[in-house]
């Protein structure tokens, strides 16, 4: 049973362009959460998404930042007009239902604005 | 709102060696669970142990176990016969229980380690 996937691993953007990053969850998991690590701290909660519904955005910056968890397809977020201070690494995790403590997770994505 | 706190930026002890990271939350809640996450430098994060609140005794995973104190609110991480793998940041981590988005809250990180 393959983990959470995402890609890329790796994603270099100058200032000004998009970046999408991708969230495949376990199978069977209907429930994805997107967390950031920027350099030298812990992960803080972004959005937290089941399919085709937005569950809890608390953690989103209000503007440039969005995520979707389509019926078919990966999770994306994305994130428009990139500035350096986006340069992070950007983790996914998955869960097979709410209310459980059972989180897993990917092997992020590091995104470096230029 | 909850908070995680780790004290200890950095630690560093001999193969072999016990240590304890040290964690603090803050919280209103009643129930919760409490994480220890380690991050090697593939910087994956991988689960090392788990403490339910409600359960007073104390959670063990082989050479990883955990001093969890509810009214202190502390949740400390003990390394026995540390290995130069555990070599890694560790985070402690909050989640609330129930109802309601099932986030994780994590603290700043130790980093930890190992030498030979």
């Known amino acids: 049973n393959a983990g959470v996937m995402q890609n890329p691993r790796h994603l270099v953007r100058r200032r000004g362009q998009e970046a999408r990053l991708r969230c495949s969850p376990m199978?069977?998991?209907?429930?994805v959460y997107w967390y950031r690590q920027l350099p030298e701290e812990g992960l803080k909660f972004m959005v937290y998404?089941?399919?085709?519904?937005?569950?809890?955005e608390s953690g989103m910056p209000k503007e440039r930042f969005s995520a979707e968890f389509p019926k078919e397809g990966p999770s994306i977020l994305r994130i428009q007009q990139v500035v350096r201070g986006d340069s992070a690494a950007y983790f996914c995790?998955?869960?097979?239902?709410?209310?459980?403590?059972?989180?897993?997770f990917g092997p992020g994505t590091r995104l470096t604005v230029t | 709102a909850q908070t995680v706190t780790q004290s200890q930026p950095e630690m560093s002890v001999q193969e072999a060696e016990t240590v304890t990271l040290s964690c603090t939350y803050d919280?209103?809640?009643?129930?919760?669970?409490l994480f220890w996450y380690k991050q090697p430098p593939s910087r994956q994060m991988i689960l090392v142990i788990r403490?339910?609140?409600?359960?007073?005794q104390n959670a063990t995973e082989n050479r990883f176990s955990v001093n969890f104190q509810k009214a202190a609110k502390s949740f400390s991480l003990k390394i026995s016969d540390s290995q130069l793998g555990d070599t890694a940041m560790y985070f402690c981590a909050f989640m609330r229980g129930g109802r309601g988005a099932q986030k994780l809250v994590f603290g700043q990180g130790t980093r930890l380690t190992i030498n030979p």
């Open positions: 995790a998955s869960s097979p239902r709410p209310r459980t403590y059972e989180q897993y």
């Open positions: 919280t209103s809640e009643n129930n919760y669970y």
């Open positions: 199978k069977g998991h209907s429930h």
């Open positions: 403490q339910e609140a409600y359960k007073q």
């Open positions: 998404l089941q399919k085709e519904n937005i569950i809890d």
